[in-house]
């Protein structure tokens, strides 16, 4: 298992409500990413970061924001949560140091919006 | 542009027999080809990764791909199935100089007694 962390596991929120996927990892991993899991299991890319201060948006346009002021830690705030949120949401570190830059992924925050 | 087929949604195989869950890929340059295993309710857990030299790459619990250029392909095998290797699989690929991957849209394995 990586050393990747996301909490809460899982999330029941109201429409309207601000709220903050968290994510960190101890591997000192340069860069980080979110990922966006739909019903159909795919993976979209929504967010990611190469560096502390830099974040970048992905592939999938997404309405929420992320921030990268220390190195392990990554959130992604959703200022006001509607229904077509409610997804599974994957955090992934990776090294650029390392040769091939292979991805970890944590274990998902589950969040459904009513 | 870079992409990644995972051509078969499902794939049924008892228990004991061997398994192939298959991915082709499309990029320009050299791949960089990575294996993923999702059981339910969690992350995606490297499996294995293909960067150079010997095609025949193995990894995590008995795993293993074969890399063939001529085919663009990068098939998941493994000789004996278990039942625990019941998940969804992810086939993942992106260029030695470029920073993102790019993941198929996954295979369901399913092993039975």
């Known amino acids: 298992e990586a050393d990747i962390y996301q909490t809460p596991r899982y999330l029941v929120i109201g429409t309207g409500k601000k709220i903050t996927l968290e994510c960190s990892q101890t591997?000192?991993?340069?860069?980080m990413y979110w990922y966006q899991q739909d019903p159909g299991m795919e993976l979209h890319l929504i967010h990611y970061?190469?560096?502390?201060?830099?974040?970048e948006k992905g592939d999938l346009s997404s309405e929420s924001t992320v921030s990268r002021i220390r190195t392990e830690h990554f959130p992604l705030t959703l200022e006001s949560a509607r229904p077509s949120h409610t997804s599974q949401y994957l955090c992934?570190?990776?090294?650029?140091?390392?040769?091939?830059?292979?991805?970890?992924f944590g274990p998902g925050t589950r969040l459904t919006v009513l | 542009a870079q992409s990644v087929a995972q051509p078969e949604d499902q794939v049924n195989v008892a228990e004991g027999n061997p398994l192939t869950v298959k991915c082709t890929y499309s990029?320009?340059?050299?791949?960089?080809l990575f294996w993923y295993v999702q059981y339910p309710n969690r992350g995606l857990q490297f499996l294995l990764k293909?960067?150079?030299?010997?095609?025949l790459v193995k990894g995590s619990y008995g795993f293993e791909a074969e890399f063939n250029k001529s085919q663009t392909s990068f098939h998941l095998k493994k000789p004996s199935a278990l039942v625990s290797d019941s998940a969804l699989y992810f086939c993942?690929?992106?260029?030695?100089?470029?920073?993102?991957?790019?993941f198929g849209t996954g295979t369901q394995l399913k092993v039975e007694l």
């Open positions: 992934a570190s990776s090294d650029s140091a390392g040769y091939t830059d292979t991805q970890y």
């Open positions: 591997m000192g991993h340069d860069k």
């Open positions: 970061s190469y560096g502390v201060n830099s974040t």
């Open positions: 990029v320009s340059g050299n791949p960089y």
């Open positions: 293909y960067i150079t030299g010997d095609n």
């Open positions: 993942a690929v992106r260029t030695g100089g470029g920073n993102k991957l790019t």
